[in-house]
């Protein structure tokens, strides 16, 4: 879950009371400070956010930022479909001609696939 969604405080009070409690987080609710005594728990693992540190990730995050500047700068609509594995799965000659990932199309004025 996202940062918001925990209320760390009482994390905290409840990992302090319950020391057989395990967590591990990548995500902060007020990132990026973190609750008071969190990072001293012993039973707590803290780390950057690293729930998309893998290759296949970064590269098809790569892909349809490429793929997102591609298509603006040639005036192609948005994609409005909500599997964009075609851009991330496909040979470059065969991917759609649309922006995969413009969320604020509308806002934008563009035209939508």
């Not at 009070?13 to 990026?32: I, N, T």
């Not at 609509?77 to 990932?101: R, V």
Request: hydrophobic share 45%; proline share 10%; charged share 15%.
């Amino acid at each position: 879950a996202r940062g918001p969604c925990i209320d760390e405080a009482a994390l905290v009070k409840h990992m302090q009371e319950h020391p057989d409690f395990r967590a591990g987080l990548d995500v902060y609710e007020d990132e990026p400070a973190m609750k008071p005594g969190l990072t001293q728990l012993p039973n707590a693992v803290i780390v950057p956010h690293i729930a998309s540190a893998s290759m296949w990730t970064r590269s098809g995050m790569s892909t349809l930022a490429a793929a997102n500047v591609a298509a603006c700068v040639n005036g192609l609509p948005a994609y409005n479909q909500m599997d964009i594995t075609p851009f991330l799965e496909a040979p470059i000659a065969s991917l759609p001609a649309a922006a995969p990932s413009i969320v604020n199309a509308k806002d934008l004025n563009m035209k939508v696939l």
